[in-house]
C-alpha cells in the first residue's frame, strides 16, 4: 500500500507564496515520475507540474515562470514553490506519483488534495 500525503495549502493573497509538500510512504520500491494537479471548483483536474526521477521538469503554461518543483529521491517528496499567486490559482492541489512496486508493478498513487485559495 502505498500514502501520498500533501500539506502546505492554505489562503494567501494575491502576490504571495505558499509551499507544498507531498511525501510517499508504504512499500515503495522506486518512484518515476512526481507531480502536482489541481481541481478548481467545477472545472476538470489539470496538471501543474510534473518531475521525473532524473530531475525533468515540465508545467503547464499557466504556471510557469511562478512556479517550481523539486523532489527528493532519497526522502520520496516532492515539493511545489508557488509565487506571485493570483485567484485563478484557487483550486485543490493533489500530489501525484507513478510508484515502482513489487513483482514489476506500478501504481499511479494520488494524495487526498490540499486546498490553495488565493484572495484578490
Known amino acids: 500500500q502505498v500514502q501520498l500525503l500533501e500539506s502546505g495549502g492554505g489562503s494567501v493573497q494575491a502576490g504571495g507564496s505558499l509551499r507544498l509538500s507531498c511525501a510517499a510512504s508504504g512499500n515503495i520500491l522506486g518512484i518515476n515520475t512526481m507531480g502536482w494537479y489541481r481541481q478548481a471548483p467545477g472545472k476538470q483536474r489539470e496538471l501543474v507540474a510534473t518531475i521525473t526521477s532524473v530531475g525533468r521538469t515540465n508545467y503547464a503554461d499557466s504556471v510557469k515562470g511562478r512556479t517550481t518543483i523539486s523532489r527528493d529521491n532519497a526522502k520520496n517528496t516532492v515539493a511545489l514553490q508557488m509565487n506571485s499567486l493570483k485567484p485563478e490559482d484557487t483550486a485543490v492541489y493533489f500530489c501525484?506519483?507513478?510508484?515502482?512496486?513489487?513483482?514489476?508493478?506500478?501504481?499511479?498513487?494520488w494524495g487526498q488534495g490540499t486546498p490553495v485559495t488565493v484572495s484578490s
Open positions: 501525484n506519483a507513478n510508484v515502482n512496486l513489487r513483482w514489476f508493478t506500478t501504481l499511479d498513487a
